[in-house]
């Protein structure tokens, strides 16, 4: 059955999932709108595909044998939290292909929330080297493990970042790494459903993994500490409620991370369906 711009439906919400699976960041609603025919086009273009308008069969089978690039939490889990981070694959585009400096005590930051204060030398080529070209790799070395500025930001000018090559280390080396820090505190991470394991990672991704108050005013880490008792009593199902409230912590002008808890309050609730990502 052949897809194109137009088409809506169930057929076009499964075609959305398996683009997905190669980074697509799509949102899975069914509709064939200007973000699925642009994912079709890279999806073409990464697998030597013809160059089309259209989802064809020969593209959906390619996609559907394509696998996870993080099965520990499959390409809903890598996609909730990536829109969480970046919003959509357009404000990608328009935002964060090029190196970014988000707060003055951040790091330059490359792709989703790839900040280069925080990593070494090693670690940075590793994550990198098979994604970028040798001259961007060199400028991008220029200011790993320093706090950024403008002209740190300046010396990176022009370096660019595909979502492709984004969502790739996004799920494959950083989400990785976050499974882990996740582990430390919520041990039992890996007997929860994909879709828990992944409003978990979402949040330590987010917040990290400390769990002692940084402000004891406010006890910022106070709903953090419940999940892990919550966890370890077997309690699962109030677990959302913390999410909630976490909300607490952030001014409601400022919404993006007050909307982060509240969905994966939701995502723990009700599944990866609710939150539009499969």
């Known amino acids: 059955m052949i897809l194109r711009a137009g088409d809506s439906g169930e057929p076009v919400k499964a075609l959305q999932r398996d683009l997905n699976k190669l980074g697509s960041l799509l949102v899975v609603d069914g509709q064939f709108g200007s973000s699925t025919q642009n994912a079709v086009a890279d999806a073409q273009a990464a697998l030597g595909l013809p160059q089309k308008l259209e989802a064809d069969d020969q593209l959906q089978a390619a996609l559907a044998a394509a696998p996870d690039l993080f099965p ?13 981070e970046v919003g959509s694959a357009a404000a990608y585009e328009q935002v964060y292909r090029n190196p970014t400096w988000p707060t003055a005590i951040s790091g330059i930051t490359i792709g989703i929330g790839y900040d280069l204060q925080f990593v070494t030398a090693g670690q940075f080529r590793t994550d990198w080297d098979d994604r970028l070209p040798a001259d961007a790799l060199d400028r991008l070395a220029a200011v790993i493990g320093m706090i950024g500025s403008r002209d740190r930001l300046a010396l990176v000018e022009g370096v660019s970042i595909p979502l492709a090559s984004a969502v790739f280390v996004f799920a494959s080396r950083s989400l ?28 330590v991704y987010n917040r990290g993994p400390r769990l002692e108050d940084r402000d004891p005013d406010r006890q910022d880490r106070r709903e953090m500490r419940a999940i892990r008792d919550l966890l370890a009593a077997g309690a699962v199902e109030q677990v959302a409620d913390q999410f909630d409230s976490m909300a607490r912590l ?24 609710a939150v539009s990502v499969e």
Do not use: K, N
């Not at 996740?182 to 949040?203: E, G, K, N, Q, W």
């Not at 919404?255 to 309050?265: D, K």
């Open 72 to 84: 520990a939490l499959t390409a809903a889990g890598v996609t909730f939290i990536g829109l969480q």
């Open 250 to 273: 952030w001014d409601p002008q400022v919404p993006g991370l007050v909307r982060r808890r509240h969905e994966e309050a939701t995502l723990w609730r009700s599944g990866f369906a």
């Open 176 to 203: 990785r790494r976050y499974l882990d820090q996740t582990r430390v505190i919520y041990p039992t991470v890996d007997t929860l459903p994909v879709t828990r394991r992944t409003a978990l990672v979402s949040l």
